[in-house]
């Protein structure tokens, strides 16, 4: 079973900036002036590292779990459905 949520890290970096990444998503980073904008950013960010690995037809690992320090950050809704397609894909291909 896949989750459509991944944890992320939130930090503040030295000029108060929240930096964000995704553990299970090594290419995925990004930040905000504040935590508001940084889960906007991120969620946009996951969005778009999610588009790409489909693109390329490379694996989409499943989320981790939570840490501690870490944060659920869900995929956004523009390619939720593009990623649940794409799974059962997967799926249908390992199976032969």
Request: glycine share 8%; proline share 7%.
């Amino acid at each position: 079973m896949h989750s459509f949520s991944y944890p992320a890290t939130f930090r503040r970096d030295s000029r108060g900036r929240v930096l964000v990444g995704f553990p299970d998503l090594p290419e995925a980073h990004t930040d905000g002036r504040d935590m508001r904008e940084a889960v906007e950013e991120a969620i946009d960010c996951l969005g778009s590292a999610i588009a790409f690995r489909i693109a390329e037809r490379s694996d989409i690992p499943a989320p981790s779990r939570l840490k501690r320090g870490q944060r659920m950050v869900p995929v956004p809704l523009w390619i939720a459905g593009k990623l649940a397609l794409y799974l059962v894909w997967e799926e249908l291909c390992r199976a032969g």
